[in-house]
């Protein structure tokens, strides 16, 4: 069994925009916000939006389960205030989840919280128990840095975060670590601020005994951990320069890697150097890059392929890797796949 | 012959930061700056500072020439104003100078520049000037945010930079991408500033067309270029799908990485990817990783001991990285080195 616990709602009909241009400009003008329930999208239209793109891929590529989530980079939590970004994560989570609902055996909702610049986290939680508690999803999407660029909110193991990972802990379900887009002119988005995020996050965990308070909370990293599992041996030194415990010891348990990393080099030096039971298939398809490449004929973000190829890896370890990881780090997603007919 | 392009003089005598302390209290006092002529450090005291340190290292490693910068650290271009950085920056390039002076075959200068938030670059000239024309130094470090981890400053392709980048270009020098110490909660400087910037302008160069205007300007993206090689995969696509042209005839006629990447699987990963005519060697000692790595017995940052492990370097490509580079990319080198009794 395959599982991708990276796949974002890149394809949703065009109203969701459309939802989200009438949203921003009511914020702008001062008037009535405009209701989450009001979307109006059928499921036909809900399933055209996934059948040629999303469900096609999986077919193609073998893959059988995708952790599927709002598009990162529309969370935009920098814009609007509290009440638009409530507004926006829970028009989404529902189409989300809508999706999942249509499509119980290929996908299975993770959601986005309802982040803004300078709002306590722990406002975010009565929706993460909605997704959660009345909707099935298994995990969220955590922006380190709601202001899109600007990095004005401390760091992920400060205590202001605190009150969020409790509810996590308590409802079992990890976050993905995960950035929308930049408004800051120096950050391309997916070239950069996304991969400096996650570089920066494991950074903040590394010098913090953050999961030492809470042992049972879970972060994915994603996009092959940024430049951390490159630069891997600096780690190592800094943590030990440092008088960290070392790495394995400090983080391994909490904190794991996704494999999108979108050429055959890369993914074998990260299923070198991380262990296997840190590493969780992850495509982001239809993603952040959607050509084929020229080297190798098959798209950029076909890991698939790369997993399949990785001499790092032995049987035990892709198995850990394509579903046995996520199984793990996901407590709620194995009852999900069994209701819905899967084998797991 | 071994020339490392990225060492810092992280050694100084402590004079220079009690002299960096008085400048910053007069700064804030409003009083009177101290001169950076008035800073008294004897030569022993220079020779005793690399000694027992860089110099010894060199011998021990086997590397014959560290193109020799001040300390990136402490440039803080963030504190105080331009006249605080004008100062601060003259008096660590003259004791750079000196040093070089002292061990001509051992070391060779490159310049700190006088940046300071908000502040146009061409400011920066008359210091590289001196610095190139009187004291005979071969590059230049050039911070892409000043403000020290809140990047205010406009991407390194905005114009704003282009009258450095003359400059650069008429006096033959290039520049390290480098930033300073992190002033933002979020961003530790070594495990996670440097390496999210290395990122950042290797994505920003992607998106521009500055090699057109300036087809003889020449960066070294340091710490390996970050996150770039294990992504390459991802840079090719996102440049794909930009309709950019391929990375190679796009940026790598002006875009260099070094070696700091600090332990096998980096290196090889470096070296495979990305072609051997544009990695230059370095070690970055003794710099952010100063440990020896319990898996090796050697040091993290020995990392000629990684190149000459390397299998995906041929002689030719091991002889590129290890000197034929740097002196084509550093074009005031060469005659340097000469003068010093080196036979390139």
Request: proline share 8%; charged share 20%.
């Amino acid at each position: 069994m395959i599982i991708d616990c990276h796949g974002h709602y890149t394809t949703a009909p065009k109203a969701l925009e459309a939802w989200r241009t009438d949203q921003l400009a009511a914020f702008e003008a001062g008037t009535p916000l405009p209701d989450p329930d009001a979307l109006a999208i059928d499921d036909d239209a809900l399933r055209a939006s996934v059948e040629g793109s999303q469900l096609r891929l999986q077919r193609e590529r073998g893959i059988d389960v995708t952790l599927f989530s709002p598009r990162a980079s529309a969370m935009a939590h920098h814009l609007g205030d509290e009440r638009v970004s409530a507004g926006w994560s829970r028009a989404c989570n529902d189409l989300v989840a809508r999706v999942c609902g249509l499509y119980p055996r290929n996908f299975v909702p993770v959601c986005q919280l309802p982040q803004s610049p300078g709002v306590p986290p722990e406002r975010c939680i009565a929706e993460l128990e909605r997704c959660v508690d009345e909707l099935g999803f298994v995990g969220c999407n955590l922006n380190p840095d709601p202001s899109g660029g600007h990095w004005r909110e401390p760091p992920l193991t400060d205590r202001w975060w605190y009150p969020l990972y409790e509810a996590m802990q308590a409802l079992q379900v990890p976050a993905m670590v995960h950035v929308s887009s930049s408004c800051n002119a120096c950050f391309h988005a997916t070239g950069a601020h996304y991969l400096n995020a996650d570089t920066t996050a494991f950074m903040q965990f590394l010098a913090s005994d953050l999961f030492r308070d809470f042992p049972g909370l879970r972060f994915i990293i994603p996009h092959g951990g940024g430049a951390v599992p490159y630069h891997w041996g600096r780690y190592r030194g800094l943590a030990q320069d440092m008088n960290r415990p070392p790495l394995g010891e400090l983080l391994l348990g909490n904190v794991f890697f996704d494999t999108c990393v979108y050429h055959q080099p890369g993914i074998d030096l990260l299923c070198k150097v991380i262990p296997p039971a840190n590493v969780l298939f992850a495509s982001e398809m239809v993603g952040a890059v959607r050509g084929i490449d020229p080297e190798t004929g098959f798209h950029y973000d076909d890991t698939r392929r790369y997993i399949d190829a990785c001499t790092a890896l032995g049987d035990a370890g892709r198995a850990q890797v394509y579903h046995g990881n996520a199984l793990r780090v996901f407590p709620r997603l194995g009852a999900r796949l069994r209701a819905a007919g899967h084998a797991v």
